[in-house]
């Protein structure tokens, strides 16, 4: 369904993204925002599922300022390897450069949502906050570096999802995003992992996984019509 395209980042630099588009006119546009094992088949899996679901799916490869075409396995060596990349080799800033070349990209499908998992979940959280004039939503996943931005205030309207037996994101790190920012809508699900909605992984948990896309395609049809 998609193709890879190119796109050129405020500063200058380019990057490769996946490009997945509706069978009819879209509703819009949906940033697919990576977790830290790149843009691989389950990233280009759920840019095909917002396609089918009516949207203009942008996967940016954020990795890319630093390596190119990476795709990583769900393993030690993926994590390692994916977590320098993402935390010690970027910066905030260039990721935002990078998530805003895709959201003028996925511009051409009408107003703008992200979405985002692992490391992504993270991404769309500061995006709500320094996006606010390109995107009309965001919908973020089990993102576990959410508290060292958390006096950034969200400005478009933001949905986070987390699993209750999540051990990298304790609930107490949860509630104090709920608290510090009663305008968002934060959802836990019982019983789910980190990695729930990835159907790669062996934390996949099918009813959260359903639940979670259901919320975000009602947020995405309220604010991106």
Known sequence: MGQTIELTASDG?????YRAEPAGAPKGGVVVVQEIFGVNDHIRSVADGYAADGYLAVAPALFDRVRSGVELGYNAEGIDVGRKIAFDDLTMDQVMADVSAAAA?????????????????????????????????????????????????PAAPLQLHFGSEDH?????????????????????YDG??????????????????????????????????
Not at 168 to 188: C, D, M
Not at 196 to 220: E, I, M, P, V
């Open 13 to 17: 630099v380019t990057l490769s993204a």
């Open 105 to 153: 990209c996925a511009s051409e499908g009408g107003k703008v949502g992200v979405v985002g998992y692992c490391w992504g979940g993270t991404v769309c959280y500061v995006a709500a906050a320094r996006l606010s004039d390109q995107i009309a939503a965001a919908s973020g996943y089990y993102g576990g570096h959410i508290l060292p931005h958390l006096e950034e205030r």
């Open 168 to 188: 990298g994101i304790p609930l107490e790190n949860v509630n104090a995003i709920a608290e510090r920012w009663p305008h968002v809508a934060v959802h836990v």
């Open 192 to 225: 789910a992992d980190h990695g729930f909605n990835c159907d790669a992984r062996a934390s996949f948990h099918a009813d959260a996984a359903g639940t979670a896309k259901q919320r975000t395609l009602a947020h995405f049809a309220e604010h991106l019509s």
